[in-house]
Each structure stands twice: as C-alpha cells, then as structure tokens.
C-alpha cells in the first residue's frame, strides 16, 4: 500500500486566492482527519470524516476553510480565500477503525501565504 | 476529555546517551496511549502504542514506554540515542466523544549532539 498520499507537498500562494489540499487515505480505512501543525499551537484537529461523512468540523478556523469527501479515497481541504495566518502544514491522517488503532499519516503539505 | 501533557519543550543529549521523555494524560479509567515521532521535515509515524496488558510496550528502533497508571503518565525511553533520532516526539491519546480522535502533545523537540 503506498500509505496516505497527499498533494501538493508545497504551495505558495498569494493572499485572497483559492487553495485546494488534496488527500487519498490507504484503501479500507474507514476513518479521515485533517489536521494543521504550526509553531505555535502544535498539531491540530481541523476535523475528520467516517465512511466520507463529516463527523466533527468543530476545528475548522473559520467559514473560509471547508472539506469535503466525495468518496472513500479522496478528500480535499479548501481555504478561500487564504490568509498569511493560514500559513502552515497540513496532514491528512487515516484510520482503519476508532483512533485506538493509530492513525497513518500522509507527508503533509507545506502552505505559504504570502 | 482526555488531554496528554509534554513537559519537556527541547531536549539536546550527547550521543550514547539515555533519553527519557515525560507524558502524562489527564484522567484515569481505560485509556490507550501513543508515542509518534517526526523527523525533520516529514510526517509523523507511530512509535509504540499502548493498549492493555504488559505496561511495558516496546517499539521501533530501539524506544521503549512504560504506562504508570499511578502516576498518570507514559513516558518514553531509549538506553543509548543516536543522532538519527533528532526529531520531535508526541505523545497522544483518543479523546472526544466516542474516542474517534487522537489529541496530541505539544511535542518535545529531541536534538542528539554527536
């Protein structure tokens, strides 16, 4: 299995433009977060998907961030319009059951803002 | 809900020395528990989990944790780092109603002099 595949592994954007994440989590896994890793506070739970339903979206910064799972083996994350404050990285994570089990994470994606 | 604690920010050793990395979780009852590590600039990857039994779990590449229930805590070891584990090491535990979702530590940040 080639695990969790995230794309782009950077993006440099400029601010007010549209940024789509994309996410393919490991085939079976049933579970789908998001989360967003900066200096200051850490990795953090964006919000996270069971069977491409969207369970808790209570992370979410704000309405300019939404995701969506159109089917088991893809979801996007979409910022419009971007923010330098939404400069940070990105991680797609995927879980087989209950996160009792671990979750495997993707490579990330950086996100400037400039 | 359940919250884990990293005390240690940044810890720098001496190769061949030995590491122990404190983590403590916010209330008693069942609980599975996590040690993820980062190396730099890549994804988090698990290192050793913790789910009932044997107190002692051991890992990948040599670390080990010991769940302490007494004391609430998890920490994680290693008798002799290498300068391959510079990294940043969190500790997490599932949380949120059902337990769908790993909350993480603010991470402690390993930095092995050779």
């Known amino acids: 299995d080639a695990g969790v595949i995230q794309s782009p592994r950077h993006e440099v954007t400029e601010m007010g433009q549209e940024v789509t994440l994309r996410c393919k989590p490991i085939s079976g896994h049933d579970y789908l977060f998001w989360y967003r890793q900066t200096m200051m506070r850490g990795l953090e739970l964006l919000i996270y998907?069971?069977?491409?339903?969207?369970?808790?979206d209570s992370g979410m910064p704000e309405d300019r961030f939404s995701a969506k799972m159109p089917n088991a083996s893809f979801s996007t994350l979409k910022i419009q319009p971007s923010e330098p404050r939404d400069s940070a990285v990105y991680f797609c994570a995927s879980s087989p059951q209950l996160a009792n089990y671990g979750y495997t994470f993707g490579s990330g994606t950086r996100l400037t803002v400039v | 809900a359940q919250s884990v604690s990293q005390h240690n920010h940044h810890v720098i050793l001496s190769e061949a020395a030995s590491l122990e990395l404190g983590c403590n979780y916010s209330y008693g009852g069942t609980v599975n528990l996590f040690w993820y590590v980062q190396y730099p600039g890549q994804h988090l990857q698990l290192l050793l989990k913790y789910f009932s039994g044997d107190p002692l779990v051991k890992g990948i590449k040599g670390f080990e944790a010991e769940f302490i229930k007494s004391k609430f805590s998890f920490n994680l070891r290693k008798p002799s780092v290498q300068w391959s584990d510079t990294a940043e090491y969190f500790c997490a535990v599932p949380s949120g109603a059902g337990s769908y979702q790993l909350t993480f530590g603010k991470g402690t940040k390993l930095s092995v002099i050779p």
């Open positions: 998907f069971n069977n491409n339903v969207p369970i808790d």
